[in-house]
């Protein structure tokens, strides 16, 4: 069974940090490109930051350069997004995905507010 599980979201004042993580069980983890997403209310879902399969390789949205970081622990089959420097822009669900070929998985998603 797959099962994608976030942790980490919460309530931060602005220039604030979170760490977010998303534990992976049921599939080949090591094969996967790894993505944070977040969706605010009324907005579309977007793509925060990727890592490739052996962590070689990572891309971010623009609005999050230089304050968000993903990375990932292949043994411990998890995933991080350090966000740092957050602002209320920020403030949305985040939902973790893995995706390798037709194969797409989601967590259920944590909440992060940033407000002061």
């Known amino acids: 069974q797959v099962q994608l599980v976030e942790s980490g979201g919460g309530l931060v004042q602005p220039g604030g940090s979170l760490r977010l993580s998303c534990a992976a069980s049921g599939f080949i983890f090591s094969s996967y490109v790894m993505n944070w997403y977040r969706q605010a209310p009324g907005k579309e879902r977007e793509l925060v930051a990727s890592?490739?399969?052996?962590?070689?390789?990572?891309n971010y949205k623009d609005s999050v350069k230089g304050r968000f970081t993903i990375s990932r622990d292949n043994a411990k089959k998890m995933v991080i997004l350090q966000m740092n420097s957050l602002k209320p822009e920020d403030t949305a669900v985040y939902y973790c995905?893995?995706?390798?070929?037709?194969?797409?998985?989601w967590g259920q998603g944590t909440q992060v507010t940033v407000s002061s």
């Open positions: 890592i490739s399969s052996t962590g070689g390789s990572t």
């Open positions: 995905n893995a995706r390798f070929s037709s194969y797409n998985h």
